[in-house]
């Protein structure tokens, strides 16, 4: 199996831009999947296939990947972003996932 | 509208089964991949296993050989049969819809409680 790492907490101000990074070995083979949870409720993925959003997902949401790298950054946050974030991917051996520890975004 | 919906959640003695359901509508489980996915209280999102083409399976590590993954395609329902259960599965069961590189519709989640 593989592991993906993140910042346990990310701090941004109303309206500036927030990234959230995810590093792991297996991002070198296989895209990685974001989502948003908020206190009790279920996760929703906002960002896919490294830079796509499911519908619905604003559009200040975006994700890039290089290497064993993969961001997601929020572009003029929002206090509604508020929330905790979690990496995704399959592992290297592509029949298994696994999901990052999460980041905790605080919009200040 | 694609919804899931989980069942089956309760508290149960260590060493005990439980299923737990996934009534799927607006599609067809049969065929999109299929997760597990669970949080254990204040803690991040673990995958527990999926089915996919062909109904192959996969697992993490600490459930092999206890729990299984299956789906009926004529009630339109995902499952996850889980024995031999322990206090650390003590979590939210979620299930959720692929396409084959991310989940992109969720379940609101059924609790399972493994205490003595």
């Known amino acids: 199996s593989s592991e993906l790492t993140q910042d346990p907490a990310v701090s941004v101000a109303l309206g500036q831009t927030a990234r959230i990074t995810c590093q792991g070995d297996s991002l070198r083979s296989h895209y990685a999947g974001w989502y948003q949870q908020k206190p009790g409720q279920a996760p929703v993925l906002v960002i896919y296939e490294k830079n796509s959003r499911p519908s619905g997902i604003p559009d200040r949401f975006s994700g890039s990947s290089s290497g064993t790298t993969a961001s997601l950054t929020i572009t003029g946050a929002q206090a509604e972003d508020e929330a905790d974030y979690y990496c995704?991917?399959?592992?290297?051996?592509?029949?298994?996932?696994?999901f990052g520890g999460g980041t905790k975004l605080t919009v200040l | 509208e694609v919804q899931l919906v989980e069942s089956g959640g309760d508290l149960v003695r260590p060493g005990g089964s439980l299923r737990l359901s996934c009534a799927a509508s607006?599609?067809?489980?049969?065929?999109?991949?299929m997760t597990w996915v669970r949080q254990a209280p204040g803690k991040g999102l673990e995958w527990v296993s999926f089915i996919y083409s062909g109904d192959r399976t996969s697992y993490v590590d600490s459930v092999k050989g206890r729990f299984t993954i299956s789906r009926d395609s004529s009630k339109n329902i995902l499952y996850l049969q889980m024995n031999s259960l322990r206090t650390e599965d003590t979590a939210v069961y979620y299930c959720a819809r692929g396409p084959s590189s991310a989940w992109n519709y969720w379940g609101q989640g059924t609790r399972v409680t493994v205490s003595s």
């Open positions: 607006g599609f067809t489980v049969s065929s999109y991949y």
């Open positions: 995704s991917s399959r592992d290297n051996s592509g029949y298994h996932w696994v």
